[in-house]
């Protein structure tokens, strides 16, 4: 029996991925899903560690890095995360593997042999230099996404948190930003900038002229021709229409 606990912060993630760890390794035992850093320092305060360590990264209260401050892990650790292909390339470079989101069966069954043969001598000893390395490399990749937006306002610049924004949008080649308060305010970047800077785990790009926000989306409505129109807990200016070629990419971005 391996024993497994899951740090995730979405109940249908989480869900997932026990129903693939279910399929592809049946001697895994799910012992306990963990919503937060808070949670986590807490029940492994009281608890034995498991024999692997299914992690996320965004947490319901902030990054998981946190959690190393309090707690040591003498067991392996596979990270669920959305990076790009230059940081899935790094972590193959330092020969530990991670599941983008969403996970996919075939990538589970690798991640878990990897780290069946990255374990010495069956043990749950790893090598800390490796992990040293891993999370380092992380902290730099969770911390390049912006949490405040500048804006200039008379000889001012007022900071707008990204938590409030429920949607970037283009409107007479003007980015601006929509508030969850139902405000407006221009931003003065590209739109294509800074849907780059953005975290890919916290908004999507809908089309050329909208990224939304995850936690914003309200509705989801199928749209003639197989598109789908969102409705966000924020006035949005006009219709957000996401095309039928990206309706699969929408999608799995939502339930990730």
Known sequence: MKKVVIIEDETIAAQRLASLLADVSPESVVEQVLQSVEDTVEWFSGHAFPDIVFMDIHLADGNAFRIFDKVTFPCPIIFTTAYDQYALQAFKVNSIDYLLKPIRKEDLQRALDKWAAFTKDG????DNQQFDALLEMLGRQTRRHPSYFLIPLKDKLV???VSEIACFYLEDKVSRALTYSG???????PLDVIAEQLDPALFF???????VAHKAIEGITVWFGGKLRLTLSAPAPEDIIISKQRVPEFK?????
Not at 205 to 211: D, E, M, P, S
């Open 205 to 211: 790009r809908a089309n050329r002229q909208f990224v």
């Open 183 to 189: 405000k407006t305010v221009v931003i003065g970047k």
């Open 123 to 126: 043990s749950k000893n790893i």
């Open 252 to 256: 799995e971005w939502y339930m990730q």
């Open 159 to 161: 900071p707008l948190a």
